[in-house]
């Protein structure tokens, strides 16, 4: 079992930037692979991205491809989600999420380990 918790987020103006981190403590991170997934007030959880415990495949989710890209440093137990030009839709609760599968990043079912999230507002 791996501790999470996510920092980075806050208030952004549409079209801003921000960087959210996932530090992981308990575990071997080195051999989970990390997702990103939020779920906005009154809406389904949605996936963000992922990435593979190796780092050699990266996904994202059809509503942030190309905006937001993830990314880790299993020296520092850390998974990181670059996002750019953001949106009011962006505007969710992010939360990352550990797995031991190498396959079907999408899925929440496969995900053992959950941080508590954090808030991320897009103003116009």
């Known amino acids: 079992q791996v501790q999470l918790v996510e920092s980075g987020g806050g208030l952004v103006q549409t079209g801003g930037s921000l960087r959210l981190s996932c530090v992981a403590s308990?575990?071997?991170?080195?051999?989970?692979?990390m997702g990103w997934f939020r779920q906005a007030l009154g809406k389904e959880r949605e996936f963000v991205a992922a990435?593979?415990?190796?780092?050699?495949?990266?996904y994202a989710g059809s509503s942030v491809k190309g905006r937001f890209t993830v990314s880790r440093d299993n020296a520092k137990n850390t998974v990181y989600l670059q996002m750019n030009s953001l949106t009011r839709e962006d505007t969710a609760v992010y939360s990352c999420?550990?797995?031991?599968?190498?396959?079907?990043?999408?899925?929440?079912?496969?995900?053992?380990?959950w941080g508590h999230g954090t808030q991320v507002t897009v103003s116009s």
């Open positions: 999420a550990a797995s031991a599968y190498n396959s079907g990043f999408d899925d929440a079912s496969r995900y053992t380990d």
């Open positions: 308990g575990g071997s991170f080195r051999s989970l692979s």
């Open positions: 990435i593979s415990w190796y780092g050699g495949n990266t």
